[in-house]
């Protein structure tokens, strides 16, 4: 059974950082592409950022610079670690593991991540 366990959200002041954190199991990780989804209330879910098996990564737009994904495939966890926060940032952080060209695609239940002004 695989399941995707997120944390470290929470409520922070504009300008400020929180670290998200997501453990993988069930699954072997490391040959996974993991990534951070957003979804804004009323919005739909946007990509935030990938990670890939090889270490390659895909930001969006309105997160470079600002948030970076890692991941330690011998904790079989991804990270986002994001600062400078903007209240635009608030949404429910989703994480997802995928296996390229395959059926195998998993979603965490989401933490929510608020930025006040």
């Known amino acids: 059974q695989v399941q995707l366990v997120e944390s470290g959200g929470g409520l922070v002041q504009a300008g400020g950082s929180l670290r998200l954190s997501c453990a993988a199991s069930?699954?072997?990780?490391?040959?996974?592409?993991a990534g951070w989804y957003r979804q804004a209330a009323g919005k739909q879910r946007d990509l935030v950022a990938t990670?890939?098996?090889?270490?390659?990564?895909v930001y969006a737009d309105a997160v470079r610079g600002r948030f970076t994904i890692s991941r330690d495939n011998a904790k079989n966890t991804v990270y986002l670690q994001m600062n400078s926060l903007k209240p635009d940032d608030t949404a429910v952080y989703y994480c997802?593991?995928?296996?390229?060209?395959?059926?195998?695609?998993?979603w965490g239940q989401g933490t929510q991540v608020t930025v006040s002004s």
């Open positions: 990670i890939s098996s090889g270490g390659g990564t």
């Open positions: 069930g699954i072997t990780f490391s040959i996974y592409t």
């Open positions: 997802n593991v995928r296996r390229e060209r395959s059926p195998y695609n998993y």
